[in-house]
């Protein structure tokens, strides 16, 4: 926190990101630190007020993380200011410097890091061995949102992450490059994966 004009202390949403993220505050304290985010968040309706870049790229993962998905989902979707839904809304097909329309540059790659999210959230693919000779698969399915496909092409080759909803349940299929082997999370269970091509019918949605 740090003074407001006020003279009582403001809630920063960076500062509350870059100690959890490098395991700098007491480990005990990182869920209470996440879900205090989590709320200025949803107190701020579902806008980021005082990110930058740094934490920005960040924050996405780690309140999926912490079970904090919906919120993740509800903040990338935004369409008024400052969000990347109000430069889409405005016919904006690069990324700017800052969120302001006016800004300085209209060619930076700064906000592009909500790309990983995609991929590493919601498609839940995330290496854990160097070169991805281990992986592990685990999707978020936050509410209003039906499905996602997603790939990455490796060194050992391509993994592939596609869900749908299927009633309360959820469909996933999963593709496993050569050399690799998976931690698959589908519902309750967690698979350990060879390579190859995979269809499965996991639990209900969490």
């Known amino acids: 926190r740090t003074p407001a004009a006020d003279g009582k202390s403001a809630y920063l949403q960076y500062q509350n990101v870059l100690p959890v993220v490098f395991g700098i505050s007491p480990p005990e304290?990182?869920?209470?630190?996440?879900?205090n985010?989590?709320?200025n968040l949803i107190s701020n309706d579902y806008h980021l007020s005082s990110t930058g870049v740094f934490s920005g790229r960040h924050l996405p993962l780690l309140l999926t993380d912490?079970?904090?998905?919906d919120t993740v989902y509800?903040?990338?979707?935004?369409?008024?200011?400052?969000?990347?839904?109000?430069?889409?809304?405005?016919?904006?097909?690069t990324m700017l410097e800052g969120w302001s329309l006016q800004s300085r540059s209209y060619d930076h790659h700064y906000w592009g890091s909500i790309s990983s999210w995609f991929y590493q959230g919601l498609a839940g693919i995330r290496?854990?061995?160097?070169g991805y000779a281990g992986i592990t698969i685990r999707p978020v399915t936050p509410d209003g949102l039906d499905?996602?496909?997603?790939?990455?092409?490796?060194v050992v080759g391509r993994i592939e992450s596609k869900w749908q909803r299927v009633g309360r349940n959820i469909s996933l299929e999963v593709g496993i490059p050569p050399g690799s082997r998976a931690q698959v999370f589908c519902g309750?269970?967690?698979?350990?994966?060879?390579a190859g091509a995979y269809k499965f019918e996991c639990?209900?949605?969490?």
């Open 188 to 194: 309750d269970q967690v698979l350990d994966l060879a």
């Open 74 to 93: 509800k903040l990338v979707t935004q369409t008024s200011a400052p969000s990347w839904g109000h430069w889409i809304e405005n016919d904006l097909q």
């Open 66 to 69: 912490f079970g904090y998905s």
């Open 147 to 154: 499905w996602v496909r997603a790939s990455v092409d490796t």
């Open 29 to 35: 304290d990182r869920a209470a630190i996440v879900r």
């Open 127 to 130: 290496p854990t061995q160097p």
């Open 203 to 206: 639990g209900p949605a969490k």
């Open 37 to 39: 985010l989590n709320d």
